[in-house]
């Protein structure tokens, strides 16, 4: 079962079987995403794969309650030179997921989990050292397990029948699709198709290695004037069926392991996350 969080009254959150209840939680920056995309994108794509997933996972846990509440629009970034991005210092990242989980710790909700549609490895890490020190407290209540989904290889899916083939087949031909390309082009086709400008097909082709996006300098200079990096011409609606529902079921697969707290761990940090360059100075 569903609920809106904003919906229940305190009592009826009090009367929930907190060992059985999964507070979902979405925090994502609005943000520029080129000339053909809203600045909403990682917002839309967040709320959308939380209630994708969430009805996988009510069909594996149909006695647990999954709740929401609204979106969290920040996250922090470093692209610069476009108006439309509305970051935070990572360190604030940091603080106000702190807080919030703590806060709902206190009800004694046992599993918070938190999702984000935005990459950005300092803005996750931050989400993750959160969670690493209320887990200190709580006994592992939160877990984040975007990190692990964007930066990992071992959350894969098995591509079968001819729509993955076509996906695994572009991400081979067209890699580093990192912001506002094809990849979150046809997510958005197929989430708010209203909101994807037509000239999507006109873009030029921006390429940025993994090397080079963490240089914020190198990354202006690529994509001034435009703002996205990647292929967006390359986008289809089929394509964002396809990369949206692979999303939702990578995020059932993680969350569902840290539901029976059983092989979750792998999913608890991104890649990087060991490199003290990236993390939150002055965190615990």
Known sequence: MSRNIMELCWTQIEELDKEKTV??????????????????????????????????????FPEYTF???????????????????????????YQIVLEMLGGIAEWGIKNIVIISGHADPKHLIAIEQACDEINKIYQ?????????????????????????????????????DFHGGWIETSNMLDICPGLVNDNYGNLPDISINEMEMIQPEIVSSKI????????????????????NENMAERI?????????????????HHKLYNIPALKVQGGK
């Open 23 to 60: 507070m979902m939680i979405g925090i994502a920056p609005i943000e520029e995403h080129g000339r053909h995309l809203p600045t909403g994108v990682d917002v839309y794509e967040t709320k959308h794969w939380i209630e994708s997933s969430i009805t996988k996972l009510e069909n594996s």
């Open 67 to 93: 709740l929401t509440m609204p979106m969290l629009p920040f996250g922090h970034g470093d692209i610069r030179g476009f108006v439309g991005n509305i970051h935070l210092s990572q360190k604030l990242i």
């Open 140 to 176: 592992d209540v939160s877990f984040a397990p975007m990190g692990a989904i964007f930066s990992q290889d071992n959350i894969t899916l098995d591509f079968k029948d001819d729509s993955n083939q076509l996906v695994k087949e572009k991400l081979g031909k067209y890699p580093n």
């Open 224 to 243: 001034k004037g435009q703002g996205h990096i990647g292929y967006p011409k390359e986008s289809t609606m089929e394509l964002g069926q396809v990369l």
């Open 252 to 268: 059932k697969i993680c969350v569902e392991a840290y539901l029976i707290r059983k092989d979750y761990k792998k999913y608890l």
